[in-house]
């Protein structure tokens, strides 16, 4: 018997198509990916390129045409109605804007209070939870008791992995969570992220479009394209020596701090965009 573990999560030649059956457009074509248990899998490509639509197939919301979920092992492909709520427990969202994703009138406390009141928690245990919670994001005690238009940007993405927390799901689907912040709240959210699986060991899909970003927080990388994965592997390989044109795209599309190498790895990527529109990739 094979002493290898099972993944946590395994996609299997997924396809999400939209409009006519065979004949729509593929925003999915037969993508495959594995997530083990307290793992970070970054999932990066530029807008359009289907990273997102992988995140919504695994969370129930898009169409699968083909291929299949399984999730510890259970196919889930297919869960509707109370099986899909349920597996709410196990598997949660973070969103690129936390704001959209927060009840603005509820407070803090309440929304964090709310999937555990729902779930059968006492409201006092509730209460409790939550306190832990707020204090295990960094924000202030008295949050509990204040609304989400009070709070900064980054504050509400703090407010936003709580509430993901707040059920002690296994995996985390982070969908661009810090893509609408500036750089230094995002290398604390991104911190916090860390943290947060050091603790908890909650296992991440983290989608973005920048490799310098899934660098610091994901173990292995799949590169995005089109509605495939054109590379994967290990997360210093693929984000600093990537082997496909369009990762070594991506790679000279990230920012840098240097002026000088940031100059040149511009004029890099202008090259490369020419012989891409050029039809030469």
């Given at each position: 018997?094979?002493?290898?573990?099972?993944?946590l999560?395994?996609?299997?030649?997924?396809?999400?198509?939209?409009?006519?059956?065979?004949?729509?457009?593929?925003?999915?074509d037969?993508?495959?990916?594995?997530?083990?248990?307290?793992?970070?899998?970054?999932?990066?490509?530029?807008?359009?390129?289907?990273?997102?639509?992988?995140?919504?197939?695994?969370?129930?919301?898009?169409?699968?045409?083909?291929?299949?979920?399984?999730?510890?092992?259970q196919?889930?492909?297919?869960?509707?109605?109370?099986?899909?709520?349920?597996?709410?427990k196990?598997?949660?969202?973070?969103?690129?804007?936390?704001?959209?994703?927060?009840?603005?009138?509820?407070?803090?406390?309440?929304?964090?209070?709310?999937?555990?009141?729902?779930?059968?928690?006492?409201?006092?245990?509730?209460?409790?939870?939550?306190?832990?919670?707020?204090?295990?994001?960094?924000?202030?005690?008295?949050?509990?008791?204040?609304?989400?238009?009070?709070?900064?940007?980054?504050?509400?993405?703090?407010?936003a992995?709580?509430?993901?927390?707040?059920?002690?799901?296994?995996?985390?689907?982070?969908?661009?969570?810090?893509s609408?912040?500036?750089?230094?709240?995002?290398?604390a959210?991104?911190?916090?992220?860390?943290?947060?699986?050091?603790?908890?060991?909650?296992?991440?899909?983290?989608?973005?479009?920048?490799?310098?970003?899934?660098?610091r927080?994901?173990?292995?990388?799949?590169?995005?394209?089109?509605?495939?994965?054109?590379?994967?592997?290990?997360?210093?390989k693929?984000?600093?020596?990537?082997?496909?044109?369009?990762?070594?795209k991506?790679?000279?599309?990230?920012?840098?701090?240097?002026?000088?190498?940031?100059?040149?790895?511009?004029?890099?990527?202008?090259?490369?965009?020419?012989?891409?529109?050029?039809?030469?990739?």
């Amino acid at each position: 018997m094979s002493n290898v573990a099972k993944p946590l999560l395994s996609v299997e030649n997924l396809t999400v198509e939209y409009g006519p059956k065979n004949n729509g457009f593929k925003a999915l074509d037969k993508v495959s990916v594995e997530i083990a248990e307290h793992e970070c899998m970054g999932i990066v490509g530029e807008s359009g390129s289907g990273k997102s639509t992988l995140g919504r197939a695994i969370l129930g919301l898009a169409p699968i045409a083909e291929g299949k979920i399984l999730f510890d092992g259970q196919d889930i492909t297919n869960l509707k109605g109370k099986p899909r709520r349920d597996l709410a427990k196990s598997i949660q969202v973070v969103f690129q804007d936390p704001y959209g994703s927060l009840n603005p009138g509820m407070t803090i406390g309440d929304i964090l209070a709310e999937p555990l009141t729902v779930a059968g928690e006492t409201r006092q245990s509730a209460r409790q939870q939550v306190a832990d919670l707020i204090d295990k994001v960094h924000l202030p005690a008295n949050s509990i008791n204040r609304f989400p238009n009070e709070f900064s940007g980054g504050q509400r993405q703090r407010i936003a992995i709580a509430r993901a927390l707040v059920r002690k799901p296994r995996l985390i689907i982070c969908d661009e969570p810090t893509s609408a912040l500036d750089l230094r709240t995002q290398a604390a959210v991104i911190d916090l992220f860390i943290e947060l699986q050091r603790e908890t060991g909650v296992a991440y899909m983290f989608i973005s479009h920048d490799l310098g970003v899934v660098r610091r927080i994901c173990h292995n990388v799949g590169v995005m394209k089109r509605g495939q994965l054109v590379e994967h592997g290990d997360a210093d390989k693929v984000t600093r020596t990537p082997d496909h044109p369009y990762s070594r795209k991506l790679l000279l599309a990230s920012p840098i701090a240097n002026p000088a190498e940031q100059k040149k790895r511009r004029a890099d990527w202008l090259e490369m965009r020419g012989l891409d529109n050029a039809g030469a990739m």
